[in-house]
């Protein structure tokens, strides 16, 4: 295995517990559009796609607009009150840094939240560049985000991991000839997750340092 010199990280589910921000931004769209709340297990498993994938299977079309307006709205707020770190996860990202990695973030969720949230949190420093999709034709399952990211940093494939929770992360990663890894912390099960060869999985993101070593 070669020395890598690039982590990417997924955002949501992978560093960032922000599923009580989404459920809660979610579930009052629907109240007000008039539409039956869901549960907690069903708004995790449509998340990773972005905001408005994430709303367009429960919403008729012509609501669709509307809904990602008052989604947004309240999901501005919502993300402050209500999103945390999983434990560990400032830690070790000083750690990766103080070792001289280069850091990065490649996320579906909009550049405008994912920056609100990573810069409330107090982890915005720890690295060198953010890329979102909406900044892209094309998000994650494909490649391009990860690609971007390296071009940009100026690393190749093989010195570079990227970190995921979803199945699209470890398809992303695949399809740019990278390592990937794939935590529990997130939306798709274990049983989904090795179905697409991820390079380890692990229970939380915190356990990838040990396999750095």
Known sequence: ????????????????????????????????????????????????WGDLNL???????????????IYRKHHRKELLLSSRLFPGVKRMLAAFKKKKYLLAIASNRPTKF???LIKHLAVISYFDYVLC???????????????????????????????????IDILAGRRAHVRTVAVLTGSSSRKELKKEN?????RKITELPAYLR
């Open 114 to 116: 994912t920056r609100i």
């Open 1 to 48: 295995m070669k020395t890598p010199r690039l982590i990417i990280f997924d955002v949501d589910g992978t560093l960032i517990d922000a599923y009580p921000a989404i459920t809660s931004s979610f579930n009052f769209t629907m109240e007000r559009l008039g539409y039956a709340v869901k549960p907690p297990r069903v708004i995790r498993k449509a998340v990773g």
């Open 55 to 69: 709303l367009k299977p429960f919403v008729k079309p012509d609501d669709l607009k509307k809904a990602l307006r």
């Open 198 to 202: 991820p390079w380890k999985i692990l």
């Open 133 to 167: 999709a909406d900044r892209l034709k094309r998000g994650k399952p494909y490649p391009d985000i990860i690609r971007k990211i390296m071009e940009k940093l100026s690393v190749g494939p093989d010195h570079t991991i990227y970190a995921g929770d979803m199945f």
